[in-house]
Each structure stands twice: as structure tokens, then as C-alpha cells.
């Protein structure tokens, strides 16, 4: 039971770790103002219409909304543990805008230096997002409602997780075009850049720090 008790210690020093370096890859990419990762283009939306509220806090309410949409979709089959979803939903959050007030003194005033903020974002956000899938805690709110849909569609997760990124970014596309007069506002080439990189950066970093970062997490015989 201590053993046990260990590993889910440091797998969620590791899961909160990873959504940190997550919301950091987040800040960077809005830095760059070409656009966020589909998930995120939805918040990024409401954030440049309604200032009064951070992108972290729009990032916050989505996540929340996704974490509803489970309870939906799942309805009696929803486990009460999932609603961990939630205050991890506010860590990534204020992580988030930690990331932008860090970075917020940083000059990006020409297209390539733009463009390599949305690459450095999208690497230290799949970077994050492999920590947290490693860890095998909880998934993240957007995972979780297509995998909601995914048991009780039966449709392959991963066709689903394609769908749902498409639906984020017409929905966040639409909201754009009803707020700012019929212009297509925070969602651009960056977004569809995040979109096609995240998932290869994912694969790439779970990879090479899988093995490491197990042998720290799994607590053997003789360490209890």
C-alpha cells in the first residue's frame, strides 16, 4: 500500500509537471499571434472578444464545458474520479497565463519570428503533453470527451480525435466570424501548424522519456 502510495505521488508530481511545460507551450504559441492548437482555439477566440477575462481563464471554462460534455455523453458510466479533470482544468489554466506573463517582455515583431514562436510552442506543448501521458494519472478534458465518444460511438479514438480538432477550429473560425464583423480572428496558419506537429512531437518526445521517467514512477520490491 506505501509502495502504491509512492508511485501515484510522484505520477502526479510528473502529470501537474507536465500540464505546467503544457501551458507554457501554450503561451508561446499565442505569442506568436498566428494562432493556438485547435483544442485552445475555441478559448483564444472568446479571449480576444471578451478581454475582462485572461486566456487562461477562457482555457478554464472550455475544459470545464468538455468535462460536462463527458457527464453527457456518459451519463451513469462516468466515474466520479474523472472529475480530477477539474482542478487539474485550473492548474493548466493559470499555468497558461504564468507562461504569457513570463514571455510577455519578449519582442516578436517580424513573420519568421512569429513563426518560430509557433514551432517552439507546439515542441514544448507536445514536450508537456507526453509527460502527462506517461504519468497515466488522468487525461486531459478534451482526451476524455473523445474517448467518452469513443465508448459509447464505438468509433476508433483516433478518427474521433481528428473530427473533434476539426469541429474546435470551425467552431472557434464561427465565433470569430459572428464577434469581429465577419473576419477570421485568432485562428490562422498556427493553428493548423499545431494541429499537424503536436501529435508527431507527442510520439516523438513519449518515445525517448518513457523508460526514464517509468523507472523513476514505478516504486519496485525493494524500494518500499
Not at 476539426?166 to 499545431?194: H, N, Q, W, Y
Not at 525517448?208 to 514505478?218: D, F, G
Amino acid at each position: 500500500m506505501e509502495r502504491k502510495k509512492q508511485e501515484i505521488i510522484k505520477r502526479t508530481f510528473f502529470c501537474i509537471l507536465g500540464l505546467f511545460i503544457a501551458g507554457i507551450g501554450v503561451a508561446v504559441t499565442k505569442k506568436g499571434e498566428l494562432g493556438v492548437s485547435p483544442i485552445s482555439s475555441v478559448a483564444n477566440v472568446l479571449s480576444l472578444k471578451y478581454t475582462d477575462l485572461s486566456l487562461g481563464n477562457w482555457l478554464i471554462i472550455w475544459n470545464c464545458v468538455l468535462i460536462l460534455g463527458q457527464i453527457v455523453v456518459l451519463r451513469k458510466k462516468f466515474q466520479i474520479f474523472q472529475l480530477l479533470q477539474i482542478p487539474m482544468s485550473f492548474l493548466f489554466g493559470y499555468f497558461t497565463d504564468f507562461g504569457m506573463w513570463i514571455i510577455s517582455s519578449i519582442e516578436v515583431d517580424t513573420y519568421i519570428m512569429r513563426l518560430g514562436m509557433v514551432l517552439l510552442g507546439t515542441v514544448i506543448l507536445g514536450f508537456g503533453i507526453s509527460i502527462s501521458v506517461i504519468a497515466n494519472l488522468i487525461l486531459n478534458s478534451g482526451e476524455a470527451f473523445v474517448k467518452a465518444l469513443s465508448d459509447t460511438t464505438h468509433i476508433e479514438f483516433g478518427n474521433l480525435k481528428v473530427g473533434f480538432d476539426i469541429t474546435c477550429v470551425v467552431l472557434a473560425i464561427f465565433l470569430s466570424l459572428i464577434f469581429f464583423d465577419f473576419k477570421i480572428v485568432g485562428t490562422r496558419e498556427g493553428t493548423i501548424i499545431a494541429a499537424l506537429l503536436t501529435g508527431f512531437v507527442i510520439k516523438f518526445f513519449t518515445k525517448r522519456i518513457r523508460k526514464p521517467l517509468e523507472k523513476i514512477m514505478i516504486i519496485s520490491e525493494g524500494e518500499s
